[in-house]
């Protein structure tokens, strides 16, 4: 009886995805599914990836997570992930710490990686590798270059996403409706504004910085340094929102952040 309805479980899983029919990268994809796809990376951001000495990834992965209802020829935001390079961590690592939070609040949960390992995990890799995947997503829905995209990140994770929203800002291939930065403390979005002067509109980015009051790596102290220096570069809306616990992603403040970047961009 299991092994039967395992069966009816599997075929109605298949009959409702070849009745929606959409795919990523071969693979099928479905509303409150998950796809765990392989694409190509092309030689522009090869170029990318390898500066420093890296290897030169021809293949990248990327981890999503769809919310119910999904549907690509709707319009759906993006939440990028990018974790710490801190003990190995990488970006589907973390993906699932934001999946039900985005998911409820009708995002894709999207997190970009590499199939073979760099010789450092260089900001420039990651960007590389970003640009790849995104290529990938337009490639078969042209209509996702329009989608509102934020950033997230914690701690190593939430500098580095700072690094990459303004590099790519610059570039004006994207849409920024928000930063999500969970236990930062220090301020390399201002520091990245300024090296890559994308335009005077990023400043309307909103930016949500994530506290735990018990947090030994990012004291609330801290935070409050990156939230007035944020504020002195010139940023329109910063909301520093602390919370009960340590250097942790929470799980309501993630739901929260994502509510706040709709209301203040109106998608």
């Given at each position: 009886?299991?092994?039967?309805?395992?069966?009816?479980?599997?075929?109605?899983?298949?009959?409702a995805?070849?009745?929606?029919?959409?795919?990523?990268?071969?693979?099928?994809?479905?509303?409150g599914?998950?796809?765990?796809?392989?694409?190509?990376?092309?030689?522009?951001?090869?170029?990318?990836?390898?500066?420093?000495?890296?290897?030169?990834?021809?293949?990248?992965?990327?981890?999503?997570?769809?919310?119910?209802?999904?549907?690509?020829?709707?319009?759906?935001?993006?939440?990028?992930?990018?974790?710490?390079?801190?003990?190995?961590?990488?970006?589907?690592?973390?993906?699932?710490w934001?999946?039900?939070?985005?998911n409820?609040?009708?995002?894709?949960?999207?997190?970009?990686?590499?199939?073979?390992?760099?010789?450092?995990?260089?900001?420039?890799?990651?960007?590389?590798?970003?640009?790849?995947?995104?290529?990938?997503?337009?490639?078969?829905?042209?209509?996702?270059?329009?989608?509102?995209?934020?950033?997230?990140?914690?701690?190593?994770?939430?500098?580095?996403?700072?690094?990459?929203?303004?590099?790519?800002?610059?570039?004006?291939?994207?849409?920024?409706?928000?930063?999500?930065?969970?236990?930062?403390?220090?301020?390399?979005?201002?520091?990245?504004?300024?090296?890559?002067?994308?335009?005077?509109?990023?400043?309307?980015?909103?930016?949500?910085?994530?506290?735990?009051?018990?947090?030994?790596?990012?004291?609330?102290?801290?935070?409050?340094k990156?939230?007035f220096?944020?504020?002195?570069?010139g940023f329109?809306?910063?909301?520093?929102?602390?919370?009960?616990?340590?250097?942790?992603?929470?799980?309501?403040?993630?739901?929260?952040a994502?509510?706040?970047?709709?209301?203040?961009?109106?998608?």
């Amino acid at each position: 009886m299991a092994c039967k309805s395992c069966f009816l479980n599997f075929l109605a899983a298949f009959l409702a995805w070849t009745a929606n029919g959409t795919t990523l990268a071969g693979q099928p994809v479905q509303g409150g599914g998950t796809a765990d796809i392989r694409f190509p990376v092309g030689k522009y951001f090869q170029d990318y990836a390898a500066q420093g000495g890296n290897p030169r990834p021809t293949t990248g992965r990327a981890l999503l997570f769809f919310p119910k209802g999904f549907d690509p020829a709707r319009s759906w935001p993006i939440l990028i992930v990018t974790s710490t390079t801190d003990m190995g961590r990488t970006s589907p690592m973390d993906a699932p710490w934001y999946q039900k939070p985005a998911n409820d609040e009708g995002w894709i949960v999207l997190a970009p990686d590499a199939t073979i390992k760099p010789r450092q995990d260089s900001t420039l890799w990651r960007l590389g590798l970003l640009g790849a995947a995104l290529e990938a997503i337009r490639k078969e829905w042209p209509q996702s270059a329009q989608w509102p995209v934020a950033f997230s990140g914690l701690s190593g994770g939430a500098k580095r996403s700072g690094v990459l929203g303004a590099m790519l800002a610059r570039s004006r291939t994207v849409k920024i409706c928000g930063f999500f930065l969970a236990g930062i403390n220090d301020d390399r979005l201002s520091a990245a504004y300024q090296e890559y002067q994308p335009p005077a509109a990023f400043l309307n980015v909103p930016v949500w910085i994530s506290n735990g009051d018990r947090d030994q790596i990012a004291p609330p102290r801290l935070q409050e340094k990156v939230y007035f220096s944020l504020k002195r570069t010139g940023f329109q809306h910063v909301r520093l929102e602390g919370f009960f616990g340590g250097h942790q992603l929470k799980q309501s403040e993630v739901r929260r952040a994502l509510k706040w970047f709709r209301e203040m961009g109106k998608f």
